[in-house]
């Protein structure tokens, strides 16, 4: 089929994504009019100005780096895979953007193409299923918890009673009796540990808008609840958003969750920065550790938690752990959720 003809200059114009030519300089030398509703530039603006016009200035850097690499090896592939990418509007807005990169040769230079589409639905709707899958998961959990209740600490108090049974028929016994009595004792202890861990797990929570007055209250629940010692250390001249602030307060909540439950820590050490460039939580503890790499059961649902609240608000939530090494938990966030 010939293409003679075909008004290409209209189509790549009315094209639903965006189309800019870069020359090895990184200047745009051409931008298609979706450009002008993606990014509210004119075309013409654009001519002869450096492409990460279109980026985040906090991003330049990295994207110079980025650029600078790809065209040591230019092919037809996706920009940034498995990064969130981010586009940056004249009025200084952020959205969220797909990229695909191109080489495009001419007779003596070489121009890299990039396709740009908006993502913004996408987004909503991904933040939507992440929404109702955590939801999900913590009905799940509050189930796990209920039968636990049942089948486990209910067994243990009955356990306990028939003890305390045994030890009044042992009543002249003195020594079998206070055998009997520090057994229930020692039994009634690891169910009181449950308990508390239980009652972290699931009383309710309001978020009062504060982060660093959350975190600390927080942590000193934990102390409470799990008799674990913690240490805090908060250096935040800067405040995030109300739903970035939110989704650190729950990781914090969760993974301090998972080492009431599973770490057998001696010590936690929270810390929590927050600046103008962006914050970072991080929580470290000294406990048992585990197999990144090994199912976790019923624990592994609260991982997936953490790691899809952290993509709710564009975060890089980051795990290391080895068996009898501890654990570290890292949370790097923006002030502001792009989008």
Excluded: W
């Excluded at 980025?66 to 895979?81: A, E, K, N, Q, T």
């Excluded at 010590?267 to 939580?281: A, C, S």
Aim: net charge negative.
């Amino acid at each position: 089929m010939s293409t003679e003809g075909l008004p290409i200059q209209e189509l790549i114009d009315t094209a639903p994504d965006g189309f800019v030519v870069v020359d090895e300089a990184g200047l745009v030398v051409f931008a298609n009019s979706t450009v002008e509703s993606l990014f509210g530039f004119e075309p013409s603006e654009l001519l002869g100005r450096p492409v990460n016009t279109l980026i985040p200035e906090r991003l330049h850097d990295v994207h110079r780096e980025h650029r600078l690499s790809y065209m040591r090896d230019p092919r037809v592939r996706p920009m940034g895979l498995g990064l969130d990418l981010v586009g940056r509007r004249k009025d200084g807005s952020e959205f969220p953007v797909e990229i695909s990169l191109s080489p495009l040769k001419t007779a003596d230079r070489m121009f890299y193409t990039a396709i740009v589409r908006d993502i913004s639905e996408r987004k909503v709707m991904e933040d939507e299923r992440l929404a109702l899958e955590m939801q999900l998961e913590t009905e799940r959990e509050r189930d796990r918890i209920a039968m636990d209740l049942h089948d486990g600490i209910m067994q243990d108090i009955y356990a306990s009673t028939l003890a305390l049974e045994l030890a009044i028929d042992a009543g002249d016994a003195p020594e079998e009796t206070v055998e009997a009595i520090e057994r229930v004792i020692d039994q009634l202890q690891t169910v009181v540990r449950d308990i508390r861990s239980y009652i972290f797990d699931l009383r309710p929570r309001e978020f009062n808008g504060n982060l660093v007055e959350a975190i600390s209250n927080l942590v000193h629940e934990f102390q409470q609840n799990s008799q674990v010692p913690a240490e805090i250390e908060i250096d935040a001249p800067a405040t995030p958003s109300m739903s970035t602030s939110v989704t650190v307060y729950n990781i914090a909540h969760e993974c301090l969750s998972n080492i009431q439950r599973h770490a057998n820590a001696e010590l936690v050490r929270i810390t929590l920065e927050v600046k103008d460039g962006g914050g970072q939580l991080q929580v470290i503890d000294d406990g048992v550790g585990f197999d990144l790499g090994a199912d976790q059961g019923q624990s592994h649902r609260g991982l997936r938690n953490m790691f899809a609240r952290a993509r709710s608000v564009n975060a890089e939530l980051q795990l290391d752990s080895k068996p009898g090494e501890g654990t570290r938990l890292s949370l790097r966030f923006p002030l502001e959720p792009s989008g």
